[in-house]
């Protein structure tokens, strides 16, 4: 977990980057390539889009704005993005358990 502000037209949001906010950008994400692959499909994904948002939404402090709603669920990407390229980094620099041959 970790703690995230952002700034949205001029508001601060306050996000704690949990499993669950992450679980749920990355099915915001999947939806958004499912709508953009087969824009037929939209209408079937976009209510489930918006419940997807609502609920990434309702992790932020303060309530956001639907001004800013777009602006800061695109922030929330970057951030849980961003938060995954760390973790990934440092697993390639941690070295490896019992990756050492043993000698006879």
Same mark, same amino acid.
């Not at 970057?78 to 980094?89: L, P, R, S």
């Given at each position: ?46 209510? &489930? @889009? ?6 990434? $939404?309702?992790?932020? =402090?303060?309530?956001? %704005?639907?001004?800013?709603?777009? +602006?800061?669920?695109? &922030? @929330? ?6 938060? $995954?390229?760390?973790? =990934?980094?440092?697993? %390639?620099?941690?070295?490896?358990? +019992? ?6």
């Amino acid at each position: 977990m970790s703690a995230k502000q952002v700034d949205v037209n001029g508001t601060e949001y306050r996000i704690i980057i949990t499993d669950q906010v992450i679980g749920h950008v990355n099915n915001l994400k999947n939806l958004y390539n499912v709508a953009y692959e087969d824009p037929e499909s939209f209408e079937d994904v976009s209510a &489930e @889009i918006s419940t997807t948002i609502n609920e990434i $939404a309702g992790t932020v =402090e303060p309530k956001a %704005e639907d001004s800013d709603l777009d +602006g800061l669920i695109q &922030e @929330i990407i970057q951030a849980v993005d961003n938060k $995954a390229k760390e973790i =990934e980094k440092e697993l %390639e620099t941690k070295p490896k358990k +019992g990756t050492r041959k043993k000698s006879k």
